[in-house]
T-cell receptor
Framework: GNSVTQMEGPVTLSEEAFLTINCTYTATGYPSLFWYVQYPGEGLQLLLKATKADDKGSNKGFEATYRKETTSFHLEKGSVQVSDSAVYFCALKAGTASKLTFGTGTRLQVTL | SAVISQKPSRDICQRGTSLTIQCQVDSQVTMMFWYRQQPGQSLTLIATANQGSEATYESGFVIDKFPISRPNLTFSTLTVSNMSPEDSSIYLC???FGGGHTGELFFGEGSRLTVL
């Protein structure tokens, strides 16, 4: 079946540090890949996505590249801010079904 | 986008009781889903709520335990029946527009249930 594996958190960084949150997946066919973010007290929201190999999704300074050869979709940001503190979820969607398969989430805490 | 309101936001329940969670959306949506997030676990899809017909349940989830209603395109309820401590979880309502083919979901803030 389909699955998503994320690095465990929490990840604690100082402001302006470089961020990488690893995500790898197992899926049949060619899934679409997503990063969702959950800020404190809010619902999950889509951060970025990529629908085919070598696509790069980007939003709010975050980027992730769909790497089929390594089945990965790592999330990166060059300089994090305190306001980026949140839980980040990697997810995939396989085929035409609307169902998403999520990773366990990685909590990021950014300090001054 | 969509604004999704869930009630209750949290509750503490006794073993053996049932609790109904409501999900209200500010616009008509095609697809509504219920997810569960157990402590330290990923989000798991419970079922797709279908308007005017029975919900479609994922493997491991049954209607008797998680009855779902969806009377219209903006509202759904999930009931957690005969609760046990293992049902302690965050329950999330989510929606998608169109056929959900883009994979973009909108989520409510979740309902945190603690079963004693």
């Amino acid at each position: 079946g389909n699955s998503v594996t994320q690095m465990e958190g929490p990840v604690t960084l100082s402001e302006e540090a470089f961020l990488t949150i690893n995500c790898t997946y197992t899926a049949t066919g060619y899934p679409s890949l997503f990063w969702y973010v959950q800020y404190p007290g809010e619902g999950l929201q889509l951060l970025l996505k990529a629908t085919k190999a070598d696509d790069k999704g980007s939003n709010k300074g975050f980027e992730a590249t769909y790497r089929k050869e390594t089945t990965s979709f790592h999330l990166e940001k060059g300089s994090v801010q305190v306001s980026d503190s949140a839980v980040y979820f990697c997810a995939l969607k396989a085929g035409t079904a609307s169902k998403l398969t999520f990773g366990t989430g990685t909590r990021l805490q950014v300090t001054l | 986008s969509a604004v999704i309101s869930q009630k209750p936001s949290r509750d503490i329940c006794q073993r053996g009781t049932s609790l109904t969670i409501q999900c209200q959306v500010d616009s008509q949506v095609t697809m509504m889903f219920w997810y569960r997030q157990q402590p330290g676990q990923s989000l798991t899809l419970i079922a797709t709520a279908n308007q005017g017909s029975e919900a479609t349940y994922e493997s491991g989830f049954v209607i008797d335990k998680f009855p779902i209603s969806r009377p219209n395109l903006t509202f759904s309820t999930l009931t957690v029946s005969n609760m046990s401590p293992e049902d302690s979880s965050i329950y999330l309502c989510s929606v998608a527009f169109g056929g959900g083919h883009t994979g973009e979901l909108f989520f409510g803030e979740g309902s945190r249930l603690t079963v004693l």
